[in-house]
């Protein structure tokens, strides 16, 4: 399907575990995004990049590892689980330009336990 | 990383009403600006854009002030289906989309 799709949707995961959040996206967008969003907190960077083998901290990157070998794939590892990154996760793709539309994937919600 | 803040409410309004958010921003070289809806448990998704005159979708105006570093959102004649988060977003040159933490708007019959 056209579009930009995350998987899982929903994962439990225990503390110390590794676990990887997938993100595709059928457009050939350039720039991809990571977002966390938590109660209080709103909408937070992760982590972007503006093309394949191209990654930039944002926010809030400790604790999480991305790649972008293609250009419509960018996942995010958490490398070991703490019960703070229980979250919920979005991708976003866009085209660069200052007035472009983001586009959001349905998002992962996560638990670490 | 420079800040976009909202006033979270709630709000809460009655069908037909007209209810506004506003939204600062403390990033003077900010480039562009936008607002975002979110339902609940949902991605957000474009509302629409925020251009230096003053833009209209409909029933939504959007306005943005560069010398207050402010941006408004103006929405007339609510419609049940307008229960949301409004999401105030910025662009900054070099990074990504800044989000506000988002405005809750309850529109009751």
């Known amino acids: 399907d056209a579009g930009i799709t995350q998987s899982p949707r929903y994962k439990i995961t225990e503390t110390g575990r590794q676990v990887t959040l997938m993100c595709h996206q059928t457009w050939s967008h350039s720039y991809m995004f990571w977002y966390r969003q938590d109660l209080g907190h709103g909408l937070r960077l992760i982590y972007y990049s503006a093309a394949a083998d191209i990654t930039d901290k944002g926010e809030v990157p400790d604790g999480y590892v991305v790649s972008r070998s293609k250009t419509e794939n960018f996942p995010l590892t958490l490398e070991s689980a703490t019960r703070s990154q229980t979250s919920v996760y979005f991708c976003?793709?866009?085209?660069?330009?200052?007035?472009?539309?983001?586009?959001f994937g349905q998002g992962t919600r996560l638990t670490v336990v | 990383r420079k800040e976009v803040e909202q006033d979270p409410g709630p709000f809460n309004v009655p069908e037909g009403a007209t209810v506004a958010f506003n939204c600062t921003y403390s990033?003077?070289?900010?480039?562009?600006f936008f607002w975002y809806r979110q339902d609940c448990r949902k991605e957000p998704k474009l509302l629409m854009s925020v251009y230096s005159s003053g833009n209209e979708d409909g029933r939504f105006t959007a306005q943005l002030n560069r010398a207050s570093q402010y941006i408004s959102l103006l929405i007339r004649d609510s419609k049940l289906s307008d229960s949301a988060t409004y999401l105030c977003?910025?662009?900054?040159?070099?990074?990504?989309?800044?989000f506000g933490k988002g405005t809750s708007l309850l529109v009751t019959p």
């Open positions: 990033n003077s070289a900010s480039q562009s």
């Open positions: 976003a793709s866009s085209v660069p330009g200052q007035n472009t539309e983001a586009f």
């Open positions: 977003v910025v662009f900054e040159t070099g990074y990504a989309l800044n």
